[in-house]
C-alpha cells in the first residue's frame, strides 16, 4: 500500500529546485551586495556634498580676504601722514592685514614713487593651520612737502589791510646753510580776494607784493595741495588735540601736528604745524615757527610767525575785511620741516591689482 508523502515540502525542497540552504546563501548575498551599494552610494554623496561645501566655504573666505586685504591697502594709504612706514597690521573682520612698503624712486625734489603691498589671512576655526590667502598691491605717490609755497599770507577774505607795524614778507630769512630748503626764492607777500592796502611801503614785500584771487577760499584750497577734510576730521589722528607738546623735550627739528578746535585765542609759543579747525586770533604772547592753517581768521592785531599762514578752507572769512598788524615772515626752513609733517600717500589711480 503507497503512504502518502506527508510534510515532505516543509521539510525539504520541491523536486527540480536548488536546495534550500544554498536559496538562503544567495539572498544573504546579495542582501549585503545592495548594504553596501548604499553605503557606497551614500558615502559618495557625502564626499560630493561635503567637497562642495568646502569649496564654497573656502572660496567665500578667499573672497573675504581679498576684501581685506583692498581694505588695509586703503587704510594704510588714508592714514600714513609724514614719514611712511615700513610695516603695518590692521585686524579687520575676521581677518588680519599686514602692509608692506618699498620706495622704488624719486620722482622730483618733493615726491616719491612706492608700492605698497597687502597681504591678507582669513582664518578658519575648523583648519586654523591653512587660512584663507590674498595679496593685493598698489602704487603710490608720496607728498613729502605738499604744501604750496604760494604767499606768506592767504586769507580767503576780501580784504587785507596791513597796517600798525604789521609785515608779510615774502623773501626767504634763511639761507641754504641753515637747513636743505634755506635761500629759497622769493614767494608772493599776500594773497586774498579783492583788495589789499598796506599803510607803509615796506609792510608787504614780496615776488610780487600781493595778487588778488577771486575765486576767494575754493581757490586757496584747490591750490595749497592739502586734504583739509581729512586734517579737520575729528577720527584723524594728530600728534597733540586741544594742547601742547613739551618742545624742550621734543628734538630740535621735531615739528609736530597740532589741531584746536574753535575760537583759539592763541596766546603761546611753539613750532610745527598748528591746524585751527575753527577762528584762529592770535595773542599777544603768540610765536610761532612753522605752518598756521585755519578755518577762519579773526583780525591779527598781535603775535608773530616766522613760516607761512593760510586761512579761509571751508568757505568764505566770516570777517571780509581782515585787518593784519602782525609779523609773517617767510623763513624757509621752518616751513620745508613742518611741510614734511604733513606727507601723505596718494594711491595712483587704475593701478592696485591682485598679486598672484
Known amino acids: 500500500m503507497n503512504r502518502p ?9 520541491a523536486h527540480g529546485e536548488r536546495p534550500c540552504s544554498a536559496r538562503g546563501g544567495f539572498v544573504l548575498a546579495l542582501v549585503v551586495f545592495m ?8 558615502m559618495t554623496g557625502y564626499l560630493v556634498v561635503s567637497s562642495e561645501f568646502e569649496l564654497s566655504k573656502h572660496s567665500g573666505q578667499g573672497a573675504e580676504a581679498l576684501a581685506v586685504a583692498r581694505a588695509g591697502l586703503e587704510r594704510f594709504t588714508a592714514e600714513q601722514y609724514g614719514v611712511v612706514d615700513d610695516t603695518v597690521a590692521y585686524a579687520l573682520g575676521n581677518g588680519v592685514a599686514t602692509v608692506t612698503t618699498r620706495k622704488l624712486f624719486a620722482r622730483d ?3 616719491d614713487m612706492y608700492y605698497i603691498r597687502s597681504e591678507a589671512t582669513v582664518d578658519d576655526i575648523f583648519t586654523p593651520g591653512a587660512p584663507a590667502r590674498r595679496v593685493v598691491g598698489g602704487y603710490a605717490i608720496h607728498h613729502r612737502r605738499p604744501l604750496a609755497h604760494h604767499a606768506v599770507v592767504m586769507v580767503g ?9 604789521g609785515e608779510a614778507h615774502g623773501w626767504d630769512y634763511k639761507t641754504v646753510a641753515d637747513c636743505p630748503g634755506g ?3 622769493q614767494i608772493t607777500g599776500v594773497i586774498t580776494r579783492l583788495s589789499v592796502t598796506e599803510s607803509a611801503t615796506d609792510d608787504i614785500e614780496g615776488s610780487p607784493e600781493y595778487e588778488l584771487w577771486s575765486g576767494g577760499w575754493a581757490e586757496i584750497v584747490d591750490s595749497v595741495g592739502l586734504r583739509w577734510d581729512v586734517l579737520s576730521d575729528p577720527n584723524f589722528a594728530v600728534d597733540y588735540e586741544n ?3 613739551s618742545f624742550a623735550s621734543l628734538p630740535a627739528d621735531s615739528f609736530p601736528l597740532i589741531r584746536y578746535t574753535g575760537w583759539v585765542n592763541a596766546n603761546f609759543t611753539g613750532r610745527g604745524v598748528l591746524i585751527v579747525d575753527g577762528v584762529f586770533d592770535p595773542g599777544s604772547s603768540f ?7 585755519a578755518k577762519e581768521v579773526d583780525d591779527i592785531i598781535q603775535g608773530d610767525l616766522d613760516g607761512i599762514l593760510i586761512a579761509g578752507f571751508e568757505g568764505p572769512n566770516t570777517y571780509s575785511t581782515v585787518d593784519f598788524r602782525t609779523d609773517v615772515n617767510y623763513h624757509s626752513c621752518y616751513v620745508y620741516r613742518a611741510n614734511e609733517t604733513l606727507a601723505y600717500l596718494e594711491l595712483l589711480p587704475n593701478t592696485i591689482f591682485e598679486v598672484n
Do not use: H, K, Y
Not at 5 to 13: D, E, H, L, S, T
Open 109 to 111: 625734489s618733493i615726491t
Open 5 to 13: 508523502m506527508v510534510g515532505r515540502r516543509a521539510q525539504g525542497c
Open 35 to 42: 548594504l553596501f551599494a548604499i553605503s557606497v552610494a551614500g
Open 243 to 245: 594742547t601742547l607738546p
Open 287 to 293: 610765536v610761532w615757527d612753522g605752518i598756521v592753517l
Open 157 to 165: 577774505a576780501d580784504n587785507v589791510e596791513v597796517r600798525g607795524g
Open 183 to 185: 635761500g629759497a626764492s
